[in-house]
């Protein structure tokens, strides 16, 4: 593993305005992402987990600049993504790819799968049409589709067939990190298996780093080496994958661990309901985001918000329990 990184996010903030009225005034923010940090090493899969609107796919879209930063610094192979103009964004977004969550919508309709899949080789490179056509034939055949069906449409595929040209997508460019954005949950549970093994099979044939982005648990537990748990906009835990599933800290991934089933129907787990409400991400509370949920709450918690502490062996918490 590189000493350096391959990717380092720093003190990353994004909020998104909520306007009301004729005028479309702003009557406050929506804090979707406040002070993430983490890193990714190359050859590595850092999961990243949370129920939805937590800001998961916000921090994604944020590290490809889909969407801007408010605050923060993104460093890609050295190299800090805030500061780049268009040209330079272009040539690293060649080693920097996304898996879109809805195999449906994230591709043209009116294009073929070896047109989707030549796209970003005929907009990045200089190939010749025979090349061209050469790479979406390997790239449809590395990921278990025959380069034959490159002359149908998408909606001729199933939808896992529509995530592995999506897959083939993000290949075309040999990049060195994909964001996967929750790349299995539109599709049904025989197919995310295949498609999960599928990625891990490429990780290991390409050299590949990713940002599994998704909110089942047991599904980042096979593919991840570290996870990040996310809520209400920032990461409350992060650790190893095994550590993490082994003796989880915080409060609100024991809930969440506590909800993955097992698959023995003679063992009973004991489940952890959430009481409380959600605090409105336009309204956050003064201390501790999860004080309202948690059955662990201390008069200390409301007012104070916990440090993201090192607990050791990079095991690191949100939580005034340690």
């Given at each position: ?7 380092q996010v720093?003190?990353?903030?994004k909020?998104f305005?909520v ?8 009557i406050?923010?929506v ?9 990714l090493?190359s ?9 939805s609107g937590?800001?998961?796919t916000?921090?994604g879209?944020?590290?490809?600049r889909l969407?801007e930063?408010d605050a923060?610094e ?11 103009d268009a040209e ?9 790819q ?6 449906y919508?994230?591709l043209?309709p009116r294009?073929?799968a070896g047109e989707?899949i ?16 050469d790479?979406v034939?390997?790239l ?5 589709l025959h380069p034959e069906q ?14 592995r040209?999506g ?9 060195r990190l994909i ?7 539109a ?7 295949q498609v999960?093994n599928?990625l891990?099979?490429?990780?290991e ?9 998704a ?9 991840s080496?570290?996870?990040a ?5 920032k990461i409350?835990e992060l650790a ?10 915080h409060p609100y ?16 787990k004991?489940?952890?309901?959430l009481q409380?409400?959600?605090p409105?991400?336009?309204?956050l509370?003064?201390?501790c985001r ?23 062996e990079g ?8």
């Open positions: 593993m590189d000493p350096i990184p391959l990717l720093k003190h990353l903030k909020y305005p306007r009301k009225g004729i005028f479309s005034k702003r406050g923010w804090q979707a992402v406040e002070e993430i940090s983490f890193h090493h050859g590595e899969t850092l999961g990243l987990v949370g129920e937590c800001g998961k916000t921090v879209r944020c590290i490809l969407l930063p923060g993104i460093w890609f192979e050295g190299e800090d993504l805030l500061r780049m330079s964004l272009r040539k690293v977004r060649a080693r920097l996304i898996i879109f969550q809805d195999p919508s994230s043209n294009m073929t989707i030549a796209e970003p080789i005929r907009n990045h490179t200089r190939c010749s049409r025979k090349e061209i056509q790479q034939s390997f449809m055949d590395k990921v278990g490159a002359h149908r449409f998408p909606h001729e595929f199933s939808g896992g067939q529509r995530q040209i897959i083939a997508r993000a290949l075309a460019l040999h990049p964001i996967c954005d929750e790349p299995v949950s599709l049904d549970v025989s197919i995310q298996a999960i599928l891990v099979n490429l990780q044939e390409m050299g590949l780093s990713y940002l599994f982005i909110h089942d648990l047991s599904v980042v537990e096979h593919i080496d570290r996870v748990v996310m809520y209400l906009g409350v190893k994958d095994t550590v993490l599933y082994s003796s989880p800290k991934t024991e809930a969440l661990l506590s909800a993955v089933p097992i698959p023995n129907p003679k063992m009973k004991q489940r952890i309901l409380g409400e959600i409105s991400p336009i309204n509370p003064k201390g999860f004080y309202s949920r948690c059955s662990y709450r201390m008069d200390h918690c409301r007012e104070v918000d916990p440090e993201f502490k090192d607990l050791g095991h690191w918490v949100a939580c005034h329990l340690y």
